[in-house]
Every structure is written in structure tokens, then in C-alpha cells.
DNA sequence: ATGGTTGACGTTCAA
């Protein structure tokens, strides 16, 4: 069964309902995962979505922060979440498909400014969030499953426009990257946009903060795509949607799709 | 050295 997955941090879903649903007309992924839809779940207009096709969804929300939900045209059923570090926050929501696929939706805590958990709780909490996704998959390896979301990390050098620069930046920082590959390691999750493009800089979020972003293009790859290992080799087709994140009143991440083959 | 922008909520926090 072939199908089109995409994931896209909305940065509010009830805002951006438009452009969601323009995504959905022009692309037609056949599952949508969206991260930060800062809506509690009886608020989200999915409505808007079944008139396009979505008509399976599952969500978790709370009011003004975070926030996951998968839209789908194929029928899905709630296969559960977790609340890793015990933030209590809506920041993971599983869907099972018919075949038993399993989808993970992450919204991956950011983390705050300062790169240090003596200094800064936020920093800790990210740490301990990815540190029991680590746990978690290594205990119980993944089969038949795939792995999106805003992680907020940039794993690889090229996945931020200067490597150095961002060194002590949270998202790049040694302590974060490592802790994510140890994650996907533990798993045996393969990173598939970087399987379909191994080369070369490629960036997911571009700072609201930079004017110009399209042409500063100090960017960075924080949105994934992984796949258990069993699956990795029906994936394909991996695209970053950068021109969604010049439309207008856009989010500030760009929409990672894939395709699998199952 | 630190500002720059955005969204939800409510007169500030998080990203």
C-alpha cells in the first residue's frame, strides 16, 4: 500500500487552518502530522480537514502551548502516547493503520536559550525527554513503525548553515545531537530524508527573527522522518516543502514529506 | 553585547 506522509510544525493550528488546508490541496499527503497546534483538541476546526479528505484524525491539546495531531485519509486508529519526562504536555500522539503500521508524532521540548540544565530547567527537560525516547525504543525496538515530528534538534553538520556558529547553540549543541542519535541508534531508526538526500545542506525552520530569510538562509534541520529498519527500504521520495515557509503568514518550519511503500 | 519576530493569553511566557 503506497502512501504520502508529511509532518509540519503549524505553530497554531486554528490560525494556519488555511494554509493546512492549502498544504492538503496541493500535495495531497495521505497522513498530515502537525506539532504545535496550541488549540485544546475540541478547538482544532477539523472540519475543514474531513471536507478534504482527512476525515481520520486523532490529537492531543491543551490550551496556548504544544500540541500534536494526525490527519489522515486512511483509517487510523489511537495507538496511544506518552508523556516522556513527565512534563505532562501534549508532545507525542501514536496512530495505528490498518496494516499495523504505527506513526509517532514528537513535538520534542525546544529546550530554552541557555545550553545548560544547571542553569536553565528547559535545557534539562529537553535532555531527559530525548534521553527516554532512547530508553524507550531501545527496549522495545521499533517494527514496522515510523518516527516524525519537530525534534528540535539538528542532528549533522549540514544541517545548520554554520556548524561552528551554532556549537553552543541550543539545538545544535554536542550534548543534544548526540543524545538524538543515541535515541535513533537505540531504535535502529533510519533517518530517511537523509537516506534520499545524503548530501548537502538541508534546513526544515528558518527564524521568524530573520527578515530575509530566503536569502540569509541561516536555517536548520529540525523536523524528521525516521523509519523502523524492517520498512526503511520502502521509504522514499523525501522533499522539504522550503517554499511553504515564503507563504504569507507563514510558520516558520517548512512541511518534511516522504513516501512508503508498504 | 544582544536584538530581532510570532502566537496565545491576558497584561507575559514560550518559541
Keep these: 500500500m503506497p502512501f504520502t506522509l508529511a509532518t509540519w510544525n503549524i505553530n497554531s493550528v ?7 488546508a492549502d498544504l492538503c490541496r496541493a500535495e ?20 475543514t480537514f474531513e471536507a478534504l479528505g482527512y476525515t481520520h484524525s486523532i490529537a492531543r491539546g491543551q490550551k496556548g502551548y504544544n500540541g500534536v495531531a494526525i ?89 545548520v548553515w554554520s556548524h561552528k556558529q551554532l556549537l553552543k547553540v541550543v539545538s ?23 537516506k534520499d538526500i545524503p548530501e548537502g545542506q538541508l534546513y526544515s525552520w528558518w527564524s521568524y527573527r530573520s527578515p530575509n530569510w530566503d536569502a540569509a538562509d541561516k536555517g536548520r534541520r529540525l523536523d524528521h522522518i525516521w523509519a523502523s529498519p524492517d520498512i526503511a527500504g520502502s521509504a522514499g521520495g523525501s522533499r522539504i516543502l522550503r517554499h511553504v515557509r515564503g507563504w504569507e503568514k507563514p510558520s516558520d518550519h517548512a512541511p518534511v514529506f516522504a513516501t512508503f511503500d508498504l
Design 71 to 159: 490527519l489522515s485519509k486512511l483509517p487510523m486508529e489511537d495507538a496511544g502516547h506518552f508523556d516522556f519526562a513527565g512534563l505532562d504536555q501534549a508532545r507525542h500522539v501514536a496512530g495505528r493503520l490498518d496494516d499495523g503500521t504505527l506513526i509517532h508524532n514528537f513535538y520534542v521540548p525546544a529546550g530554552g536559550d541557555v545550553p545548560d540544565r544547571e542553569r536553565n530547567v528547559k535545557f534539562g527537560q529537553k535532555l531527559d525527554f530525548v534521553e527516554e525516547m532512547r530508553t524507550h525504543f531501545g527496549g522495545s525496538r521499533p517494527e514496522r513503525s515510523i518516527l516524525v515530528g519537530d525534534l528540535n534538534i539538528a542532528p549533522r553538520e549540514d544541517d
Design 28 to 47: 495531497a499527503p495521505d497522513i498530515l502530522c502537525l506539532q504545535e497546534c496550541k488549540s485544546p483538541v475540541d478547538k482544532i476546526p477539523f472540519e
Design 14 to 20: 486554528r490560525l494556519r487552518a488555511d494554509l493546512v
Design 172 to 194: 545544535h549543541t554536542p550534548v543534544e545531537t548526540e543524545a538524538l542519535t543515541a535515541a535513533q541508534e537505540a531504535g535502529g531508526w533510519v533517518d530517511v530524508t537523509r
